[in-house]
C-alpha cells in the first residue's frame, strides 16, 4: 500500500522534470496521437487505393491487348499489384505513427521502434485473410467454377504475403537503421 501513495516524479530533478515534460521519455502514444495517426494514414490510403486501381487498370489492358487474360501470368501480375499497395499501405501505417511521434514531441527510442514494428507486423497480419480470398475470388472470376488450374490460388495468395513480408522487413529495417541511437565515441587525451 505504500506504493500507491508515491509521487509519479518522485526522486526526478527540476532538469528531468522539465526534460520529461517536454519529451514524454518512454510513453506510448495517448489517444489523440493515435487518432491523428489514424487520420494521417487515412489520407494516404484512400491515395494508394487510388493507385492500385490505376495501377489493376493497366495491367488489365496489357494483358488484354496480348487477349492473355485468362492465364496465370494475368493473376499473378495482379497478385503483385495487390501485394506492392499492401506493402505501401503498411509503410503508410509506419509513417503515420512516426509522424505522431514527432507531432507530439515524444521520444522515439527503442519501445516506440517496437511499437511502430507491432503495428506493422498487426497490420500485416490482419491482410492475410483478405489476401487468401482475393486470389480464390480473382481465380474464380478469371476461369469460372471449371477449368480451375489445380493451386493456382495457393500459388497467388503465396505471392502476394511473400511482396507483403518483403515490405514490412524492409519498412521494419529502415525504422530500427533510422532511429537507433548513434553511439558516442571516446575523446582522445
Same mark, same amino acid.
Given at each position: 500500500?505504500?506504493?500507491?501513495?508515491?509521487?509519479?516524479?518522485?526522486?526526478?530533478?527540476?532538469?528531468?522534470?522539465?526534460?520529461?515534460? &517536454?519529451?514524454?521519455? /518512454? #510513453?506510448? %502514444?495517448? $489517444?489523440?496521437? !493515435?487518432?491523428?495517426?489514424?487520420? =494521417?494514414?487515412?489520407?494516404?490510403?484512400?491515395?494508394?487505393?487510388?493507385?492500385?486501381?490505376?495501377?489493376?487498370?493497366?495491367?488489365?489492358?496489357?494483358?488484354?491487348?496480348?487477349? &492473355?487474360?485468362?492465364? /496465370? #501470368?494475368? %493473376?499473378? $501480375?495482379?497478385? !503483385?499489384?495487390?501485394?506492392?499497395? =499492401?506493402?505501401?499501405?503498411?509503410?503508410?501505417?509506419?509513417?503515420?505513427?512516426?509522424?505522431?511521434?514527432?507531432?507530439?514531441?515524444?521520444?522515439?527510442?527503442?519501445?516506440?521502434?517496437?511499437?511502430?514494428?507491432?503495428?506493422?507486423?498487426?497490420?500485416?497480419?490482419?491482410?492475410?485473410?483478405?489476401?487468401?480470398?482475393?486470389?480464390?475470388?480473382?481465380?474464380?472470376?478469371?476461369?469460372?467454377?471449371?477449368?480451375?488450374?489445380?493451386?493456382?490460388?495457393?500459388?497467388?495468395?503465396?505471392?502476394?504475403?511473400?511482396?507483403?513480408?518483403?515490405?514490412?522487413?524492409?519498412?521494419?529495417?529502415?525504422?530500427?537503421?533510422?532511429?537507433?541511437?548513434?553511439?558516442?565515441?571516446?575523446?582522445?587525451?
Amino acid at each position: 500500500m505504500a506504493n500507491c501513495n508515491r509521487r509519479p516524479f518522485h526522486g526526478l530533478t527540476n532538469y528531468s522534470l522539465i526534460l520529461y515534460s &517536454m519529451y514524454n521519455i /518512454g #510513453m506510448p %502514444l495517448d $489517444a489523440l496521437a !493515435k487518432r491523428y495517426a489514424e487520420m =494521417l494514414f487515412q489520407e494516404q490510403a484512400e491515395k494508394i487505393r487510388e493507385d492500385q486501381n490505376k495501377e489493376m487498370q493497366k495491367v488489365t489492358a496489357d494483358y488484354s491487348r496480348r487477349n &492473355m487474360l485468362q492465364s /496465370g #501470368m494475368y %493473376l499473378s $501480375a495482379k497478385g !503483385k499489384v495487390i501485394g506492392d499497395h =499492401l506493402g505501401m499501405m503498411a509503410e503508410a501505417r509506419a509513417n503515420a505513427l512516426v509522424q505522431a511521434y514527432e507531432r507530439s514531441r515524444l521520444a522515439f527510442d527503442a519501445s516506440a521502434v517496437h511499437e511502430v514494428s507491432a503495428a506493422v507486423d498487426q497490420f500485416c497480419e490482419a491482410q492475410k485473410a483478405p489476401i487468401v480470398a482475393a486470389a480464390r475470388h480473382m481465380v474464380g472470376q478469371t476461369f469460372g467454377p471449371q477449368g480451375i488450374p489445380q493451386n493456382l490460388s495457393e500459388t497467388i495468395t503465396k505471392q502476394m504475403e511473400h511482396v507483403l513480408s518483403g515490405a514490412a522487413s524492409r519498412i521494419k529495417r529502415s525504422l530500427s537503421i533510422k532511429h537507433a541511437p548513434f553511439p558516442r565515441q571516446r575523446r582522445q587525451r
